[in-house]
């Protein structure tokens, strides 16, 4: 008897939430009480709805009820404590505080094994029986147990939601086309379930691909930046050996190099570092989005899913490339032959040939630049507008449409500033530089045109045979004639064999070095390429022929 009594006092004073004995004991409207932070917590959780519950009996408050301490009930859990009383323990059949309550059970609730989507209640394993057992209970749908039953029903009509409406992407009853919903799109739950999970199954597939890309381009990451640590150990070494034999002379410009090197290794570990924090953080993301999706895949509940479907924001799009290609170089083997080749030039060395050793450092590039796109689209991703520099322009050229059209008019225009401007050939330079990545498109009719790209500096040989594009190393031109098409770079002319385009597609890639033509369709077609290093800051560049019908456009690509 005396247990008896003392398990009813641990029932009686303990919290339902923590099941714990009460601490700064409150008591509610509705008559259970519970400690102070629990219940805080609880309605912490249901700020949004604005309809706070007791976690009990499920009674419902509007507003939110001040909570003030219960001084008797405090004192006298205070006594009970001195004789030695805790908390009992936790019997798994009763609802904690993230368990589904029985809606039957009166008192002390038990866990809700199944919840029943026609009777819209949750029951114990004790009173679920009858839909066991009864066979007007059978037919019922019994699901995993739910807080949100009453979500099912329709606020309007009191029925079950057993229908979707495709127009306005909410869930109703089969009384709401007749009403507010007529002539709208409705099909049965059921079937928007089906095809949301087809959805569904393609993000996952999808998410499940990315993760893969993304794993595998780490793993390529990470033993790129093992194998730049070699090549940066074997690096210095190397160049150590060949300048101690300098001795003094070379003492200052071997600790300078070292420090170079050591420096593009740390820019180039830096941004392959970037790469892979941006992509654990993606591949974080996908993992949680993933793992979202399982969950929701699993909802029993059609409604419960298409609500929960349709809350999902959509899946960002991928941030990285798809493919990193690996190129197995050792980095710094430019530097150490550009040192060896001028162990001999001592004196040129220390004044100016040593421009060649840092142009051969900063050459390294850690395998992140891009591959040149494929198809026109992706060409677009790079488009550059161009605009023509009149003051660059010889003063036989007219400049129209926003300086993006040039045409020969043979009639001499007055320019300002000749010193800087082509007086020798029918030319003009873009005024932006070219940085980055780039691509634009050009138009021409007429005799000819020369498509060029070019240093800026090649100007200052204004009033030199020298200064036309592809004449010289200042700058790299396609020659495209009616009947003909040639590349030209250091007056060096190269056939290009798939013939003449009336438009021309130029993409380059000023950091790696790449320069490439293309005759454009409706495809791409590669008319030239050109692989180099660039060393000073790039411009686009137009040479016309001498009729008086030349004229050549930069396009304004969409």
Request: glycine share 4%; with cysteine; net charge neutral.
């Amino acid at each position: 008897m005396a247990q008896t009594g003392v398990q009813l006092q641990r029932e009686t004073f303990s919290c339902t939430i923590c099941l714990d004995l009460l601490k700064g004991p409150v008591a509610l409207s509705c008559g259970h009480s519970f400690c102070m932070n629990c219940i805080k917590n609880h309605w912490d959780t249901e700020e949004e709805k604005k309809i706070y519950s007791c976690p009990q009996c499920r009674k419902t408050f509007m507003p939110r009820p001040e909570l003030k301490k219960n001084t008797m009930l405090a004192v006298l859990v205070k006594e009970l404590k001195k004789t030695g009383l805790q908390a009992a323990p936790a019997d798994p059949c009763y609802a904690g505080a993230e368990d589904v309550p029985c809606d039957v059970c009166t008192g002390r609730k038990q866990k809700t094994l199944k919840s029943c989507l026609v009777c819209l209640a949750s029951y114990c394993e004790e009173h679920l029986q009858p839909h066991y057992q009864s066979p007007p209970f059978k037919k019922h749908k019994l699901v995993e147990p739910s807080k949100n039953l009453q979500e099912d029903i329709c606020p309007r009509h009191g029925e079950v939601m057993k229908m979707f409406c495709r127009t306005d992407q909410q869930c109703i009853c089969y009384l709401c086309p007749v009403e507010e919903h007529k002539g709208h799109n409705t099909v049965s739950a059921a079937a928007e379930r089906a095809q949301k999970q087809r959805e569904l199954d393609l993000s996952l597939q999808e998410i499940q691909q990315r993760l893969q890309d993304i794993d595998r381009d780490m793993k390529v990451l990470q033993q790129e930046r093992k194998t730049l640590t070699l090549s940066t150990d074997e690096a210095v070494e190397d160049t150590d050996k060949i300048l101690t034999e300098m001795m003094c002379l070379l003492q200052k410009r071997s600790s300078d190099l070292k420090q170079q090197i050591r420096s593009q290794q740390e820019t180039e570990v830096s941004r392959v570092k970037d790469v892979e924090e941006k992509l654990q953080q993606e591949f974080t993301e996908l993992k949680k989005r993933e793992a979202e999706l399982k969950k929701l895949s699993l909802t029993h509940d059609h409604n419960q899913f298409l609500l929960s479907y349709c809350s999902l924001s959509a899946l960002s799009p991928s941030t990285h490339s798809s493919t990193i290609n690996v190129r197995p170089l050792k980095y710094f083997e430019d530097a150490t032959a550009a040192v060896a080749k001028v162990r001999g030039q001592l004196q040129d060395v220390l004044t100016e040939t040593w421009t060649n050793v840092s142009l051969a450092v900063a050459e390294v590039d850690v395998l992140l630049t891009e591959p040149e796109p494929k198809t026109r689209a992706e060409f677009f991703r790079f488009s550059r507008e161009i605009t023509l520099d009149p003051n660059t322009a010889h003063t036989d050229l007219f400049l129209s449409d926003g300086n993006s059209k040039v045409a020969l008019m043979l009639v001499n225009r007055f320019y300002c500033g000749r010193m800087n401007r082509f007086t020798l050939w029918y030319q003009v330079l873009s005024k932006e530089s070219l940085t980055g990545r780039c691509y634009w498109e050009l138009e021409w009719t007429g005799g000819g045109v020369f498509v060029a790209v070019t240093y800026k500096n090649i100007i200052q040989s204004w009033n030199s045979y020298q200064c036309g594009f592809g004449s010289n190393d200042k700058s790299w031109a396609l020659v495209c004639e009616q009947n003909s098409c040639e590349f030209l770079h250091k007056g060096k002319c190269t056939i290009v064999s798939d013939g003449v385009s009336s438009r021309v597609g130029v993409y380059l890639d000023q950091r790696a070095g790449l320069l490439s033509f293309y005759r454009v369709s409706d495809t791409m077609t590669l008319l030239h390429r050109v692989q180099t290093t660039f060393t000073q800051p790039l411009y686009a560049g137009v040479s016309l022929y001498c009729s008086s019908k030349d004229t050549a456009e930069f396009c304004k690509l969409k």
